[in-house]
């Protein structure tokens, strides 16, 4: 399945976001783009995962390192 994943960040946290994307070994994540913004948002990423518990930890460990809020799109396919 897919998932697009809307982000915005605490300021001055940034780059301790979008470095935890760099080194996610998420089990079920596969992040296929990263996207930076000027806007409402300030990132998207575009990923697939096996199941929404691992899409749901995932958005998690994001909250955790920084981003604030996520807005979660899932795909139908």
């Known amino acids: 399945m897919r998932a697009v994943i809307l ?3 605490n300021p001055g946290a940034q780059k301790k976001a979008y470095m935890l994307l760099k080194d996610i ?3 079920g994540i596969e992040i296929e783009s990263q996207i930076h913004c000027f806007g ?3 990132g998207v990423i575009t990923c697939k995962f096996d199941n929404l518990k ?3 930890a995932f958005t998690e460990t994001l909250r955790e390192a ?3 809020h ?5 795909a139908i396919d």
């Open 7 to 9: 982000l915005r960040t």
């Open 25 to 27: 070994s998420r089990k």
């Open 40 to 42: 409402r948002f300030d």
């Open 54 to 56: 691992s899409l749901n």
């Open 66 to 68: 920084g981003i604030f």
């Open 70 to 74: 996520t807005e979660t799109l899932t």
